[in-house]
């Protein structure tokens, strides 16, 4: 079945620096991928819908400066944390729509700790 | 915009016996609605989907679900628990003709108790 590959699955970075996480499509071709966030015992929020070619979408009072989104490709979506703070530590999620089945297929997950 | 609403965080429920996990949902045009499981430290999988066709619709690990658009829900059912679906349950929705996104439930927190 339709794969999606989230990496790294658990990072700890310092107060101020960048951190990428990416996201591939390992038997398909995801033209649209959506980044979600969760915090402890919570739900996923919807950051950003990304489009292969094209500026991502974000959701309302998501910083675009802040959490940068690119999809170069159809197979790779990434996003990167810039400046980071304990307040951005949390569970980021990747998803991309499969094919005519309208399905979706979830990464499995990247836990940013900020220290 | 459409919205998910799961009234119990968290359900216990004796190894073997039956349990329900409710979900309403409150949206202005039609929709497509999921259900997905969530394992500690993990991504989420899917439990199953409707699309459209008959309201009942069955998915993995003997779940199912129904579709009922009078009473705007979709609630998750399975006749007999095992310690294994201890999880966290998230049922979504997506708008159809939206571009796509699929917006979720807090989620309900099953525990499985031997």
């Known amino acids: 079945g339709a794969v999606v590959s989230q990496h790294p699955s658990r990072v700890i970075c310092k107060s101020g620096t960048s951190v990428k996480i990416e996201c591939r499509s390992l038997?398909?071709?995801?033209?649209?991928m959506f980044w979600y966030r969760q915090f402890p015992k919570q739900s996923l929020m919807l950051m950003a819908t990304?489009?292969?070619?094209?500026?991502?979408?974000?959701e309302q009072g998501v910083e675009k400066d802040k959490f940068l989104i690119n999809h170069a490709s159809l197979t790779l979506s990434t996003l990167t944390v810039t400046s980071a703070h304990p307040e951005d530590s949390s569970f980021y999620i990747c998803?991309?729509?499969?094919?005519?089945?309208?399905?979706?297929?979830f990464g499995s997950g990247t836990r940013l700790t900020v220290v | 915009a459409q919205s998910v609403t799961q009234l119990d965080s968290q359900v216990p429920v004796f190894e073997e016996a039956p349990v329900e996990l409710r979900c309403n949902y409150s949206?202005?045009?039609?929709?497509?609605l999921f259900w997905y499981v969530q394992y500690p430290n993990q991504g989420l999988q899917l439990l199953l989907k409707y699309l459209s066709g008959s309201t009942l619709v069955k998915g993995i690990n003997g779940f199912e679900a129904e579709f009922n658009k009078s009473q705007t829900s979709f609630h998750l059912r399975k006749p007999s628990v095992h310690i294994s679906d201890t999880a966290e349950y998230f049922c979504?929705?997506?708008?159809?003709?939206?571009?796509?996104?699929?917006?979720f439930g807090p989620g309900t927190s099953l525990s499985v108790i031997p």
């Open positions: 038997d398909f071709q995801a033209t649209t």
């Open positions: 998803s991309a729509r499969i094919g005519i089945n309208y399905g979706y297929t």
């Open positions: 979504a929705v997506s708008e159809m003709g939206s571009y796509d996104k699929v917006i």
């Open positions: 949206s202005s045009v039609s929709v497509y």
């Open positions: 990304s489009n292969e070619g094209s500026k991502a979408t974000y």
